[in-house]
């Protein structure tokens, strides 16, 4: 009984093992891994990890978010002393943790929150007006059939949809948005994470419009008229599910100037550490305010100002509903400042380059 219990134990732990050797180590996005809260607060500066102390931002006498506190330095040891002061923890691609667990105080996904009157008349609007540049701006998504940037619309549409409004938008102006200002969100179909997503886009001030439009998906090429054997492309159009939004300001980091001409990775880094620091300082005042948290802060998803290799601002976008959290009633800065820069630290990151 001993000797089976023994090879039982042994096997189990060989099979661990291969299992684990296994598994392959997640390169870009780890939008499926989620994130552990136990950990304690950290700022990343470059490629070494210091603890600090980040206040909640409500507090009047705190530091700018972007200059948290450092740790003021050990004095200098006498003969008789001993520097006990450990060395800040190497933050290391390989070694970073590629799987995280939810903290205590998500509720549940930001969708299961819907209630009928949210979703009444959200996608039967017929959008018209409105012309989308032919050529997608963007490709990502789950859901989604291309987003397109808009390159007119009419005065009927402006008059719809933007009617004077003393509050400025999410832009900071009160003004109409210019075409370029705008992005549209083709759907493939309707579901409560796109429900979801409008009312979280109408709640942080980047929506625009929903409904459905007649938009061009593709072209067929038929033979003309005539036996001459030429054949013409004939667009071919589908009535879908639209969203318009406010395009944030900005591009991701690894598309900006001075990051792409860093040569040094101490340098990308740095940037990638500035723009993660700004980043959860921006969740996590938008969780304390509206009760959800953006939990799909990769880097496409971070829209990044910058001057340089010096990041000014940050913008986040992306707000469909399956990667959005309600959280509870009784979360602090500080829990959300030590999952943000846990689940969203430098190494993260740089397995998406």
């Known amino acids: 009984m001993h000797l089976r219990i023994v090879f039982l134990t042994t096997g189990l732990a060989l099979w661990n093992l291969a299992f684990t050797l296994s598994t392959p180590v997640p390169i870009a996005r780890e939008r499926d891994f989620e994130f552990d809260s136990s950990q304690s607060l950290v700022y990343y500066d470059a490629a070494k990890q210091v603890p600090i102390a980040a206040p909640s931002p409500l507090s009047v006498t705190e ?137 979280a886009l109408k709640i942080v001030g980047q929506f625009v419009a929903s409904g459905k439009m007649n938009v061009q998906m593709g072209k067929a090429r038929k033979m003309k008229k005539g036996g001459s054997g030429d054949f013409d492309d004939e667009s071919i159009y589908e009535v879908k599910p639209i969203i318009v939004m406010l395009k944030m300001p900005g591009q991701a980091l690894t598309s900006t100037p001075g990051f792409r001409a860093a040569k040094d990775m101490e340098t990308k880094r740095r940037m990638m550490g500035d723009t993660l620091t700004m980043m959860c300082n921006k969740v996590g005042e938008m969780a304390l305010e509206y009760g959800f948290v953006h939990r799909d802060n990769i880097i496409p998803n971070i829209m990044v100002i910058a001057d340089g290799t010096e990041i000014i601002d940050v913008n986040i976008i992306d707000w469909g509903g399956k990667y959005l959290s309600l959280i509870r009633d009784d979360v602090t800065w500080d829990d959300l400042m030590a999952w943000c820069h846990r689940r969203w630290a430098v190494p993260v990151w740089e397995r998406g380059l």
């Not at 450990?86 to 667990?101: E, G, I, K, N, R």
């Not at 939810?102 to 039967?124: K, M, N, S």
């Not at 390159?151 to 900071?172: H, K, Q, R």
């Open 63 to 199: 530091p700018p978010p972007s200059q948290p506190t450092l740790p003021a330095p050990p004095a200098t040891p006498t003969v008789a002393q001993t520097n006990t002061t450990a060395t800040p923890t190497q933050l290391s691609v390989d070694t970073y943790p590629t799987h995280f667990t939810l903290p205590e105080w998500v509720i549940a996904p930001y969708p299961l929150g819907l209630i009928d009157e949210d979703r009444v008349g959200i996608f039967d609007t017929l959008i018209t007006g409105l012309t989308l540049v032919s050529k997608k701006y963007s490709f990502l998504g789950n859901n989604n059939a291309g987003i397109y940037a808009v390159s007119s619309f009419s005065s009927d549409f402006a008059e719809v949809y933007f009617p004077p409004n003393p509050t400025p938008n999410a832009l900071g102006s009160t003004s109409t948005p210019d075409p370029s200002q705008l992005l549209v969100k083709v759907l493939k179909d309707i579901d409560d994470d796109m429900i979801a997503e409008v009312k």
